[in-house]
Each structure stands twice: as structure tokens, then as C-alpha cells.
């Protein structure tokens, strides 16, 4: 499957940006969904699951109410609501596929596709 990460850009600290990202070459809904995020120098961190109907969700603890993971199967497309943003949070997001939603959903490893990532920046 590929995917399509976009909705990125800069944003004040405090603010929000939704981020999508859209898959093409094999169904959809066979895949569970995560984002990921990388800030220079840092390793890639896990932010957000979402299983294949949308039904169970699982969030990183350092942005728990405040982001917002969802699909629509019908749009091939995974959403990341992201609100009250931090300068810290300021990285690279990745969209990512995995055949199968498990309690490693946070491992990086897990996951059998990845997009191009798209950069988020956030000013203080």
C-alpha cells in the first residue's frame, strides 16, 4: 500500500492542524493505521493507532486529549487531529500501515508501510 502523508505546516504554539493521509494500492480497511513522529536528532516516537473498522484507538501518553486519530474508509484516508500544540512537538509525522492491530501498536516495527512523512512546526 502507499501512502500519501499531507496537512502539514506551521502553526503557533497553541493551535491546531489536522493532518490526513491517503492510501492507494490495496484495500483500506485491511490495515490498521498509526502516526508516528520524528524531531531532528530524536528517534521516532509513536503519537496515534486506529484498528481497521476505526473501533479501538491508542494514543501516545504525551498527546492523550489533546490529538485525535480517526478513518474513513470510504476516502482511504486516516486523520490526525492535533490541538494545543507544543514547540516540542515541532517533527516530521508519518503515516503508517500495519496488516494487523496489536498491543504493539506503539512499536515502530509493526507496522509493514510507510509514508513520506510531512513536517510539522510549531512556534513559541
Known amino acids: 500500500v502507499q501512502l500519501q502523508a499531507s496537512g502539514g505546516g506551521l502553526v503557533q504554539a497553541g493551535g491546531s492542524l489536522r493532518l490526513s493521509c491517503a492510501a492507494s494500492?490495496?484495500?483500506?480497511?485491511?490495515?490498521?493505521m498509526g502516526w508516528f513522529r520524528q524531531a531532528p536528532g530524536k528517534e521516532r516516537e509513536f503519537v496515534a493507532a486506529?484498528?481497521?473498522?476505526?473501533?479501538?484507538?491508542y494514543y501516545g501518553d504525551s498527546v492523550k486529549g489533546r490529538f485525535t486519530i480517526s478513518r474513513d474508509n470510504a476516502k482511504n484516508t486516516v486523520y490526525l487531529q492535533m490541538n494545543s500544540l507544543k514547540p516540542e512537538e515541532t517533527a516530521v509525522y508519518y503515516c503508517?500501515?500495519?496488516?494487523?492491530?496489536?498491543?504493539?501498536?506503539?512499536?515502530?516495527?509493526?507496522?509493514?508501510?510507510w509514508g513520506q512523512g510531512t513536517l510539522v512546526t510549531v512556534s513559541s
Open positions: 494500492g490495496r484495500t483500506f480497511s485491511n490495515f490498521a
Open positions: 503508517a500501515a500495519a496488516a494487523f492491530y496489536s498491543g504493539t501498536m506503539y512499536y515502530a516495527g509493526t507496522y509493514d508501510y
Open positions: 486506529i484498528s481497521r473498522s476505526g473501533g479501538r484507538t
